[in-house]
């Protein structure tokens, strides 16, 4: 009985859930949109990476015919790049006090980013804009690297950047040009922005204190010791992306609801609901 009981219980409920499925796909259109594109960082974290390609796809359903909810995932993953040229220290004269500066790195930096939002869109024929504003999670990953000297057995970091993993918050948002092949499949071109909160903490150690004016040479010499006693400053800073990207879109559901007209304006499926409501008054 108790089988039954429960069988007579979970089948209504069973069915409720199949039919809201069916008509929350007949009623709007699902939007997949794998993209891929080239990467660009910016601000301070440019100088730290390079420029590579980055992936991504975006999930969007029609909530109305002009406004989409979805959500956004991209990653982006960028070679190390060394920040700081050291290069105005002199190399050893071979003398009976030695140095060197010896630089590693190991790692890239690797962001993710989950995001959820909304977004808006115009018409123009065969062509539409979407303008999108979407917010979430970015993980991020870093790289790790050091700059050491070395003078006669003591050591000072020049530049350190400890590996750090860290989630904060993160933001996507762009411009999107579309272009449709048919109600199911469209391209487009998408220039997008990428900002994570997460903060990059690195330290550096200022050189120029360790260039000394010499007044019996009348020349600037470098100081070993004096570089030594140099205390190091903790920075930190935001990472940041411009994204192009490319892509391709497929739809599943109701997509006669996205016919457009001649003209920016609302969908075909719109001016006709304006008019039927029209006529009713």
């Known amino acids: 009985m108790k089988t039954k009981n429960s069988f007579l219980v979970k089948a209504p409920i069973f069915l409720h859930f199949i039919f809201f499925g069916n008509s929350f796909f007949a009623q709007g259109t699902l939007e997949f949109r794998p993209y891929t594109g080239y990467n660009i960082t910016l601000g301070e974290f440019s100088k730290f990476s390079n420029n ?3 992936i991504g796809i975006a999930i969007d359903y029609s909530i109305t015919k002009h ?3 979805g959500l956004d995932f991209n ?11 050291f290069s105005k220290i002199p190399k050893d004269d071979g003398g009976s006090v030695t140095y060197k500066i010896l630089e590693t790195s190991s790692g890239k930096w690797t962001a993710n980013t989950l995001s959820f939002g909304s977004w808006y869109r115009l018409y123009y024929k065969k062509l539409s804009v979407d303008a999108y504003l979407k917010a979430g999670i970015t993980i991020l990953k870093t790289p790790e690297a050091t700059t050491v000297f070395e003078n006669d057995g003591s050591n000072k970091d020049l530049f350190r950047l400890d590996k750090q993993n860290s989630t904060a918050l993160g933001i996507t948002t762009g411009l999107r040009l579309n272009y449709d092949f048919s109600k199911r499949i469209s391209v487009y071109i998408n220039p997008q922005y990428v900002y994570g909160a997460n903060q990059v903490e690195y330290s550096k150690t200022d050189i120029d204190p360790a260039f000394v004016f010499n007044a019996t ?15 190091s400053t903790t920075y930190e800073f935001n990472p940041s992306y411009l994204n192009v990207n490319m892509g391709i879109t497929f739809r599943i559901g109701n997509s006669s609801s996205d016919e457009q007209p001649d003209g ?5 499926g719109e001016l006709h609901r304006q008019k039927v409501n029209r006529m009713k008054k």
């Open 52 to 54: 590579v390609l980055d």
């Open 264 to 268: 920016f304006g609302p969908p075909a």
């Open 75 to 85: 990653q982006q993953s960028n070679d190390f790049v060394s920040p700081f040229d």
């Open 67 to 69: 406004w989409r909810l």
């Open 217 to 231: 040479s009348q020349e600037v010499e470098f100081n070993q010791a004096t570089l030594l006693e140099q205390k």
